[in-house]
Nanobody, 124 residues
Framework: QLQASGGGLVQAGGSLRLSCAASGRSLSRAGMGWFRQGPGKEREFVSGINWSGLTTDYADSVKGRFTMSRDNGKNTVYLQMNSLKPEDTAVYYC???????????????????WGQGTQVTVSS
């Protein structure tokens, strides 16, 4: 089970840090991803990290503003979001791949486990 937290209401230009903690299953060898779904939009890839944390990938819309990291000892991944924009408003979901020693993936279908989502609202 994945539990996402850290969302909230912030003004444009502000920052938030999302966390995704796993229970009942180790994430230490799984590729992880963050996706988001804005109002009236389809779910989209935001960022991904491979199992070791050495490789990350970002959507062009967040590159340079968001940073994804992981702490395998705490079974948790993070998404540091800086310089937030109103268009970043969405429900953010974390996801885990089922296979071990996996890379990040931009495809939602590659992820077997999903968190419940945390709302991020950026006001202008």
């Amino acid at each position: 089970q994945l539990q996402a937290s850290g969302g909230g209401l912030v003004q444009a230009g502000g920052s938030l840090r999302l966390s995704c903690a796993a229970s009942g299953r180790s994430l230490s060898r799984a590729g992880m991803g963050w996706f988001r779904q804005g109002p009236g939009k389809e779910r989209e890839f935001v960022s991904g990290i491979n199992w070791s944390g050495l490789t990350t990938d970002y959507a062009d819309s967040v590159k340079g503003r968001f940073t994804m990291s992981r702490d395998n000892g705490k079974n948790t991944v993070y998404l540091q979001m800086n310089s937030l924009k109103p268009e970043d408003t969405a429900v953010y979901y974390c996801a885990a791949r089922i296979a071990v020693f996996t890379a990040a993936s931009r495809s939602a279908s590659d992820y077997a486990y999903w968190g419940q989502g945390t709302q991020v609202t950026v006001s202008s």
